[in-house]
């Protein structure tokens, strides 16, 4: 069964400084891994979907993961951090063994200090 | 942005009262969701749409009902609140559910309070 792990529930950085989500998942099949973040108060937004082609996935707002098959890990990572970055971000899982569901991990906080 | 209505965007209810939460796309995509987001667990699969008429539970589709009588409607009823159904409540939608690669767009949500 499939199912995604959120290493830390908030996440704390000073802008200008490396951001650094981490994601680890559990599948039977190869996954689809998504990263959608939701800004407060706000819908959900895909930042970027990793499909089995290249395992560096860049995304919007300078965003990028890298699936690593051998760690069971999809971290999302962005070189500087921008105020407008505080937001909840989650990382999802694609089930392929029912008609549909997405699994969704619990989400991280990340704050921006200035 | 993907044209996804939600509606209404916050209510509140009493306890044992139905409610009905409605969701409204204008992307003739064949998929629609119900989620809910509570703190702590991320989103929750609660029913899915495939077609007109063609609906399936999720992950937490206990107290909760759906209908989708036509390709752009998506409604969800409550039959009869409790207060562990106070949540935000997410529509999404998607072209296919076969291709792995899906992306879903999501609405606003519903913020519905049960007092």
């Known amino acids: 069964a499939q199912s995604v792990t959120q290493l830390d529930s908030h996440v704390s950085v000073s802008e200008g400084t490396p951001v650094l989500l981490r994601c680890n998942y559990s599948?039977?099949?190869?996954?689809?891994l998504f990263w959608y973040v939701q800004h407060p108060n706000k819908g959900l937004q895909l930042l970027l979907k990793y499909t089995s082609a290249a395992t560096l996935v860049k995304g919007i707002n300078g965003f990028e993961a890298e699936f690593k098959k051998s760690e069971t890990s999809f971290h999302l990572t962005k070189p500087s951090a921008h105020m407008s970055d505080a937001a909840e971000y989650f990382c999802?899982?694609?089930?392929?063994?029912?008609?549909?569901?997405?699994?969704w991990g619990a989400g991280t906080k990340l704050i921006i200090k200035p | 942005d993907a044209g996804i209505t939600q509606s209404p965007r916050h209510k509140v209810t009493e306890t044992g009262t139905p409610v009905t939460l409605r969701c409204h796309q204008t992307?003739?995509?064949?998929?629609m969701y119900w989620y809910r987001q509570d703190p702590g667990h991320g989103l929750r699969l609660i029913h899915y749409?495939?077609?007109?008429?063609?609906?399936d539970k999720g992950e937490v589709s206990d107290g909760y009902s759906v209908s989708r009588s036509k390709t752009e409607d998506f409604l969800l009823t409550l039959e009869s609140a409790t207060s562990s159904q106070t949540s935000v409540y997410f529509c999404a939608i998607s072209e296919s559910i076969r291709e792995l690669n899906t992306e879903a767009f999501f609405g606003q949500g519903t913020r519905l309070t049960v007092v």
């Open positions: 599948s039977s099949y190869s996954p689809s």
């Open positions: 992307e003739n995509h064949r998929y």
């Open positions: 749409s495939y077609g007109v008429k063609d609906t």
């Open positions: 999802v899982v694609s089930r392929m063994d029912s008609n549909y569901q997405l699994i």
